[in-house]
């Protein structure tokens, strides 16, 4: 299994141990794709899974660009055009930096 695939497996129970739902993993579509989605106390949460061997190039949180963030956000507008209902949103990230795991709630906002 790849660093990424191990990453996004830790993320998830992670969540789940902190009472998160997973609804989907690495949904896909032609505007970008989204690692985690999960359901928390009625809102769905959009979940960006970043890993990091090494702080020496800004960190895990430094990769989720502007334009990474544009890209998910387009991908959770797609995701949501499938759905019947249209539950509140919010996007997460979790940060795996030389080992060490961070949540960060509603991380970005659309």
């Not at 695939?5 to 902190?18: I, P, T, V, Y």
């Not at 690495?26 to 899974?49: K, P």
């Not at 061997?53 to 998910?72: D, E, P």
């Amino acid at each position: 299994m790849d660093a990424g695939k191990e990453a996004e497996n830790h993320a998830a129970s992670f969540l789940q141990s902190q009472g998160l739902r997973l609804v989907a993993r690495n949904y896909r579509c032609r505007m970008g794709e989204i690692d985690l989605i999960m359901e928390h106390c009625g809102t769905l949460v959009f979940v960006e899974v970043r890993l990091r061997r090494s702080v020496n190039f800004g960190g895990a949180a430094a990769s989720i660009t502007g334009h990474k963030q544009r890209k998910l956000i387009h991908a959770a507008q797609h995701y949501l055009q499938q759905q019947a209902k249209q539950p509140p949103c919010r996007f997460d990230a979790v940060l795996m930096d030389g080992g060490k795991i961070e949540w960060i709630k509603d991380a970005f906002s659309a």
